[in-house]
């Protein structure tokens, strides 16, 4: 397995904002020269903005035969920075040789709908109703080369990871792209995928941060997490691939 570092690595990363996507094709390039790796088995995993920058890259390249992507996006987004208050000076959240990938921009409440019930969720539900009038920002899954499980929660507090995975499903089906499945949980939110931990871990109630119960997130991950390996290797011919 291969991490590669993209967010908050280094000063120039320190905001999710015009990241480079060329840190993917180092670490695509590193593994191509490994001996040890079969090339033709190299997959993508990805969490959240990992997730996003997952499906975009393996959109772009060929050579990743397998994507699991855990409360996916199906599209770019604005770039961000959780200090900042005026998301204008942002472009977008990915780069390919310093030229901004299109992307969706925010569409940004008044500041006193904060104070009337908007939440972060709501705000993206908001803006990727807007997504037709920035159509280049959908993510090409069916460009990916190979199967696409996607895990969400249906009480994702973070960002609507339901409606973008099924929008991902339906784009590749109607566009003949790869097989798609969906693993949709009704209780659980942006917690819903990992290794499942026990209820007497110090840490637990955190799986209920953004959104759904900790139960509920912690039953999901003993579901989804043996399917995720059973996929991986069903498709790369190994428990752990290389990511």
């Known amino acids: ?19 480079p996507l060329e840190t993917f094709n180092a670490a695509l390039r590193y593994l191509q020269a490994r001996e040890d790796i079969d090339t033709d088995r190299i997959g993508l995993v990805g969490g959240s903005k990992g997730a996003e920058g997952a499906l975009l890259f393996a959109s772009m390249r ?3 035969r397998a994507v699991v992507a855990s409360m996916p996006s199906s ?7 959780w200090s900042a208050t005026d998301f204008s000076q942002f472009s977008s959240s990915w780069s390919i040789e310093g030229t901004p990938v299109a992307y969706l921009p925010y569409d940004m409440p008044e500041w006193w709908e904060w104070f009337t019930g908007m939440t972060i969720a709501g705000m993206y539900e908001q803006s990727l109703a807007g997504l037709d009038g920035h159509a280049d920002a959908a993510i090409a899954v069916e460009k990916v080369a190979g199967p ?3 895990i969400c929660g249906e009480q994702d507090q973070l960002w609507p990871s ?3 995975a099924r929008q991902l499903e339906a784009r590749s089906r109607e566009r003949g792209g790869p097989p ?3 693993l949709a949980y009704a209780g659980a939110g942006h917690a819903v995928a990992g290794t499942p931990g026990e209820e007497t871990d110090e840490d637990f109630e955190e799986l209920a941060n953004m959104g759904g119960s900790a139960v509920a997130n912690n ?15 069903q498709h790369l011919g190994a428990e752990e691939a290389a990511h």
């Open 162 to 164: 339901c409606p973008m």
């Open 148 to 150: 696409v499980l996607l």
């Open 219 to 233: 039953e999901a991950r003993k579901d989804n997490w043996p399917k995720t390996l059973a996929f991986l290797r």
């Open 180 to 182: 798609v499945e969906v």
């Open 75 to 81: 599209v770019v987004w604005q770039g961000f920075d």
């Open 62 to 64: 060929p050579e990743i």
């Open 1 to 19: 397995m291969l991490y590669p570092g993209y967010y908050r690595t280094s000063e120039a990363t320190k905001t999710f904002d015009m990241v």
